[in-house]
C-alpha cells in the first residue's frame, strides 16, 4: 500500500461546516483548525500551538486571530503569532502552518504538500453542487478504514449486487458494455456502462415521468486521490446527448465523492447526490437522500470490518484480480504514482 | 466502441460483450486480448514493447 499522496488538493469540508466557530479536521494525518474571518474568508491553520503543543481548535477566536487555550499565544490568519504573554519579544519562529484554500462548488479544498506547489486552477471541478439548474443533497460519513479500501470500493459498482442487496438498481453486468479508460497524462480514469435498451425502474419512471424503456449510462470518472463523480444519465431509448455535448431531453443524476485520508486507517466520506429534474420536489430530495446515505453506511460498515481484517494480516497478503477489477488496477496505480512523486528519494512501501 | 476520454495518451479496455475476455487497445492503435486484467495492464503500460507485431487500426 502507498502511502499518503501528498502535494495534491483535498476536500476538507463543505462549505456551509465553516464559520465563526473554530473547527478541527485532520487531513492526511495533520490536525489542522478551520475558521472564517470576519469578512468571511476561510482560514486553514496547524492545530498546534507552537509553545507547548495545545491544539489551537480548543481555543477561541477574537477578532481574526486565534488565542491560545492554554497561555494566551495569539496566531494572526496567516499563522504569524502576534502577542506572546508577559513579554515583548516575540520569537522568530513562533508561527504556525497555514494551508492554501480554495472553495469551489460547495467544497472547501485544501492543499496539502508543499506550499508554493499549490496552483488552484488544478482543483478538480464538480459544478454541479453549487448549479441553480441542480438539487443537490449532500452529507459526510466516517469511515474507519484506509482510503484505498474506499477507492476499491467506489471504482466497481457490481459490488452493488450483493452488497447492497438490490437497493440501487445498477445495470447488471451481463449484456451491458463497460469500458474503462486510463488518461495516463491528466490522470483520470474512466469507467463507462452503457446500456442502450434497460428497464426504468419506477423511481425514476415517477420522478422523470417517462414512460418505457430507457437508455441507461453510469459513468465514473475518477480524478484521483480525492474526486470521484458518478455521472448517472438516464433518457427514452435511443435518445443520445448532442454533438456539443448538451443533453436537454435526458435526466441526468451525478453523485459526487470526496475521499479524504483523516490517518493511515480512517477517511472522510463525504458524499454528494445532484440532479437536475424534479427540482422542488422535497420527496425525490428525500429519497434520493436517504437511499444514498444507506448505501454509504452499507459500504462503510463492510469497509471498517475489511481493516480490521487487513490490519490483522501480514503485509503483502494475497488477492485474486477478475474483469471487474480493471478500472480500481488503475487507481491503485495512480495513487502508488503520486504517492512516490510527493515523496522523491522517499521510500514508499508497496 | 465507447469513446469518453479523448487525448494522446489514453488506454481503453473493453470488456467484451457476452464474454470473459477483455480488449486492451494501447494509444498506438495496437491490440491484446486477455482474461486477467493485472496480465491485460502489463501489457498495455509495457507501450511500445510488443506493440508493433500487434495488428495496428
Ligand atoms: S500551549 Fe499555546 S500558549 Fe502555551
Ligand atoms: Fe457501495
Ligand atoms: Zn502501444
Redesign the pocket.
Known amino acids: 500500500m502507498p502511502t499518503f499522496a501528498r502535494n495534491q488538493w483535498y476536500v476538507a469540508a463543505y462549505s456551509r461546516e465553516l464559520g465563526r466557530e473554530l473547527f478541527p479536521r485532520t487531513i492526511l494525518g495533520e490536525p489542522i483548525v478551520f475558521y472564517r474571518t470576519e469578512s468571511g474568508d476561510a482560514v486553514a491553520l496547524a492545530d498546534r500551538c507552537v509553545h507547548r503543543r495545545y491544539p489551537l481548535s480548543e481555543s477561541r477566536l477574537e477578532g481574526d486571530t486565534i488565542v491560545c487555550g492554554y497561555h494566551g499565544f495569539t496566531y494572526d490568519r496567516a499563522g504569524s503569532c502576534v502577542f506572546v504573554p508577559g513579554q515583548s519579544r516575540i520569537p522568530r519562529t513562533a508561527r504556525v502552518a497555514s494551508y492554501p484554500l480554495v472553495e469551489q462548488d460547495s467544497f472547501v479544498w485544501v492543499w496539502i504538500g508543499d506550499r508554493d506547489k499549490a496552483d488552484p486552477t488544478l482543483v478538480p471541478r464538480a459544478p454541479w453542487l453549487a448549479d441553480p439548474a441542480y438539487t443537490t443533497v449532500s452529507g459526510m460519513e466516517p469511515l474507519r478504514a484506509r482510503y484505498e479500501l474506499l477507492v476499491d470500493n467506489l471504482m466497481d459498482l457490481s459490488h452493488e449486487t450483493y452488497l447492497h442487496g438490490g437497493y440501487i438498481g445498477t445495470p447488471e453486468v451481463a449484456n451491458t458494455p463497460i469500458t474503462t479508460e486510463v488518461d495516463e497524462e491528466n490522470e483520470i480514469i474512466y469507467v463507462s456502462r452503457h446500456m442502450a435498451d434497460a428497464e426504468c425502474p419506477s423511481f425514476y419512471a415517477r420522478s422523470t415521468g417517462i414512460e418505457g424503456r430507457i437508455t441507461r449510462w453510469q459513468d465514473i470518472e475518477y480524478h484521483p486521490p480525492c474526486l470521484y463523480l458518478l455521472h448517472s444519465r438516464i433518457a427514452p431509448v435511443g435518445v443520445l446527448p448532442n454533438d456539443d455535448g448538451t443533453d436537454p431531453d435526458a435526466f441526468h443524476v451525478e453523485v459526487v465523492y470526496a475521499i479524504t485520508p483523516e490517518t493511515e486507517h480512517s477517511t472522510h466520506d463525504f458524499w454528494a447526490v445532484a440532479r437536475d429534474f424534479a427540482l422542488d420536489d422535497q420527496e425525490v430530495s428525500d429519497f434520493l437522500a436517504e437511499s444514498n446515505r444507506t448505501v454509504v453506511l452499507q459500504d462503510v460498515r463492510a469497509l471498517d470490518v475489511l481493516e480490521q481484517v487487513i490490519q490483522s494480516e501480514p503485509d503483502g497478503y494475497q488477492e485474486l484480480s477478475i474483469n471487474i477489477d480493471t478500472g480500481g488496477l488503475a487507481a491503485r496505480r495512480f495513487l502508488r504514482r503520486m504517492a512516490e512523486r510527493a515523496a522523491p528519494g522517499a521510500l514508499v512501501r508497496s | 466502441m465507447t469513446a469518453m476520454l479523448r487525448g494522446n495518451t489514453v488506454f481503453r479496455i473493453h470488456w467484451v460483450l457476452n464474454t470473459d475476455r477483455l480488449l486492451g487497445v ?5 491490440e491484446h486480448e486477455s482474461q486477467d486484467p493485472v496480465e491485460l495492464w502489463d501489457w ?1 503500460l509495457a ?2 514493447e510488443g ?1 508493433e507485431e500487434e495488428p495496428a487500426r
Do not use: D
Open positions: 494501447c494509444h498506438c492503435g495496437a498495455l507501450h511500445p506493440h
